[in-house]
């Protein structure tokens, strides 16, 4: 779903959100939104991906996802 927004826009500085979601973490319901701004330079995106949850909860999947980028070819 974000994915395929992202690869979709092409408009040059736009922030996209992608809504508040119900999540269990740790056995305790808690609410995690999710935003992507989007900027254009050239032909290449940039991407921030902006996530407000619980600090603990966020710091996980910041880095869970260096993970998958490192295992990405660009």
Known sequence: MIQEEIERTNEDNKLIEFGTFDVTYKGKQTKIRIQVEIQIEDEDKEVV???Y????LVDIID???LKVEGQREF
Not at 53 to 56: G, L, N
């Open 49 to 51: 991906m902006y996530i």
């Open 53 to 56: 949850s619980s600090q603990e």
């Open 63 to 65: 880095k869970e996802m």
